[in-house]
């Protein structure tokens, strides 16, 4: 069981007072608090839910018959059926929780908590996360609970303390020099921190989760609210910020991916993937951070982009929300361009017999500029298409894939992003 060591109250030993009160927390301070962070911070996912559309930033993940979610008067309103369920709102792109606050408003959980349980969730997986969970308190029917979870390879640590939905109307997780904070408000304007532990590395890059849990035990089944997510907005990083040199091994906001017979990794100031003679199978780098791609360009620099024959592709994708990407594609011997937002779609194509040097997606004035170039100085359009508006977002992945078995290594080398 992981113990990281907890702030104690100045002049007693007594935890179970702090946890009630707070006391001496380098959060409580009114001039000198974290608020939405830089880009990427949480305010780049903010949602006053007043618009009336799920937001695509997010996915939904339902459980039980009849279960719903939406926005209905300025709330996120999850409804279960008459048998209970469960539900959430998932992030699609991760948000860096260092120096800024994840924050909520639960403005009601109808009916109580009997046989609910209401989650605002920061995760990498299942395996990483911190928690804010109000549930109903096993060991004294009737009492209700507010507790803090923390989950890291190394275990799992619980404190928790009464909940009173009045006085715990607002909720945050927040990091500031080291420490990870978990707090709670009547008002969102005057805070108290109820535990403190040192900061897990994976909140550089969490997903953000709201979810509830209803067991139907009680009728008729009441819904769970949700409002002002992230009130201090904040913006998306412009990929131009999306630096590698690969230098040291991937951080925490990378995804990286291999099946099969591919296998990876961050050697000698590069990122290589590679496919043994005979092997099927792919690897992938994606980021977990949404980047901003308008009046900015995303570069690729290659020490080794393999021939493409039948069977191996090598695949740049700039994807937002669960329909919209810019996609570079090398196979057959050719460099494919494919544009899909909205209604916009457009395909070009070049020949390109073995792998180039440097790929680039870039955006200016509306229009999509797909480019290849040999020298990282000159670079020639693939293809070029007008979008006018685009998503605020993008999540970066480059793949090599494949297919049928190869008679020598298939080797992919990657010297540098931007």
Same mark, same amino acid.
């Given at each position: 069981?992981?113990?990281?060591?907890?702030?104690?109250?100045?002049?007693?030993?007594?935890?179970?007072?702090?946890?009630?009160?707070?006391?001496?927390?380098?959060?409580?301070?009114?001039?000198?608090?974290?608020?939405?962070?830089?880009?990427?911070?949480?305010?780049?996912?903010?949602?006053?839910?007043?618009?009336?559309?799920?937001?695509?930033?997010?996915?939904?993940?339902?459980?039980?018959?009849?279960?719903?979610?939406?926005?209905?008067?300025?709330?996120?309103?999850?409804?279960?059926?008459?048998?209970?369920?469960?539900?959430?709102?998932?992030?699609?792109?991760?948000?860096?929780?260092?120096?800024?606050?994840?924050?909520?408003?639960?403005?009601?959980?109808?009916?109580?908590?009997?046989?609910?349980?209401?989650?605002?969730?920061?995760?990498?997986?299942?395996?990483?996360? +911190?928690?804010?969970?109000?549930?109903?308190?096993?060991?004294?029917?009737?009492?209700?609970?507010?507790?803090?979870?923390?989950?890291?390879?190394?275990?799992?640590?619980?404190?928790?303390?009464?909940?009173?939905?009045?006085?715990?109307?607002?909720?945050?997780?927040?990091?500031?020099?080291?420490?990870?904070?978990?707090?709670?408000?009547?008002?969102?304007?005057?805070?108290?921190?109820?535990?403190?532990?040192?900061?897990?590395?994976?909140?550089?890059?969490?997903?953000?989760?709201?979810?509830?849990?209803?067991?139907?035990? +009680?009728?008729?089944?009441?819904?769970?609210?949700?409002?002002?997510?992230?009130?201090?907005?904040?913006?998306?990083?412009?990929?131009?910020?999306?630096?590698?040199?690969?230098?040291?091994?991937?951080?925490?906001?990378?995804?990286?991916?291999?099946?099969?017979?591919?296998?990876?990794? +961050?050697?000698?100031?590069?990122?290589?993937?590679?496919?043994?003679?005979?092997?099927?199978?792919?690897?992938?780098?994606?980021?977990?951070?949404?980047?901003?791609?308008?009046?900015?360009?995303?570069?690729?620099?290659?020490?080794?982009?393999?021939?493409?024959?039948?069977?191996?592709?090598?695949?740049?994708?700039?994807?937002?929300?669960?329909?919209?990407?810019?996609?570079?594609?090398?196979?057959?011997?050719?460099?494919?361009?494919?544009?899909?937002?909205?209604?916009?779609?457009?395909?070009?194509?070049?020949?390109?017999?073995?792998?180039?040097?440097?790929?680039?997606?870039?955006?200016?004035?509306?229009?999509?500029?797909?480019?290849?170039?040999?020298?990282?100085?000159?670079?020639?359009?693939?293809?070029?298409?007008?979008?006018?508006?685009?998503?605020?977002?993008?999540?970066?992945?480059?793949?090599?894939?494949?297919?049928?078995?190869?008679?020598?290594?298939?080797?992919?080398?990657?010297?540098?992003?931007?």
């Amino acid at each position: 069981m992981w113990r990281p060591s907890l702030r104690l109250c100045s002049g007693t030993a007594v935890l179970l007072t702090w946890l009630l009160t707070g006391c001496g927390s380098k959060f409580e301070s009114t001039s000198d608090e974290p608020g939405a962070a830089a880009c990427n911070g949480p305010g780049a996912l903010s949602d006053n839910f007043d618009d009336g559309e799920l937001s695509d930033a997010f996915v939904s993940q339902l459980s039980g018959s009849g279960m719903q979610v939406e926005e209905s008067a300025g709330e996120l309103v999850f409804t279960p059926g008459d048998s209970g369920g469960g539900g959430s709102r998932e992030s699609r792109y991760a948000i860096d929780v260092r120096g800024g606050f994840a924050v909520v408003e639960v403005p009601e959980v109808s009916g109580g908590l009997s046989g609910k349980s209401v989650q605002l969730t920061l995760k990498r997986d299942n395996s990483s996360t +911190v928690s804010m969970t109000a549930l109903d308190d096993n060991q004294n029917p009737g009492a209700e609970l507010l507790s803090f979870d923390v989950t890291t390879a190394a275990g799992t640590t619980k404190a928790t303390a009464p909940y009173d939905a009045t006085q715990h109307r607002w909720w945050r997780i927040g990091e500031k020099d080291g420490v990870l904070g978990f707090g709670a408000s009547p008002d969102g304007q005057k805070w108290t921190t109820y535990h403190e532990v040192p900061t897990p590395s994976f909140v550089a890059a969490a997903l953000l989760r709201l979810g509830m849990n209803d067991k139907g035990t +009680v009728t008729p089944v009441g819904q769970v609210r949700f409002d002002n997510l992230n009130p201090k907005s904040g913006s998306f990083c412009g990929i131009d910020r999306l630096r590698e040199s690969f230098d040291a091994e991937l951080g925490e906001a990378w995804a990286m991916a291999e099946d099969t017979d591919c296998s990876a990794s +961050v050697t000698g100031s590069s990122y290589e993937a590679t496919v043994l003679p005979g092997g099927t199978g792919s690897c992938s780098i994606t980021t977990r951070h949404g980047y901003d791609l308008a009046g900015r360009g995303l570069t690729l620099a290659f020490d080794t982009s393999p021939a493409a024959p039948s069977g191996i592709t090598v695949t740049l994708t700039l994807s937002s929300g669960p329909t919209d990407a810019l996609t570079f594609e090398h196979y057959q011997g050719k460099l494919k361009a494919t544009t899909s937002l909205g209604t916009v779609t457009s395909n070009g194509s070049v020949e390109l017999a073995d792998g180039p040097s440097w790929w680039r997606i870039r955006e200016s004035g509306g229009r999509i500029e797909f480019e290849v170039s040999s020298d990282g100085k000159t670079f020639d359009s693939v293809n070029s298409v007008i979008v006018g508006a685009l998503p605020p977002r993008f999540l970066a992945s480059l793949r090599l894939r494949v297919s049928s078995a190869q008679p020598a290594d298939t080797k992919l080398v990657l010297a540098a992003i931007n």
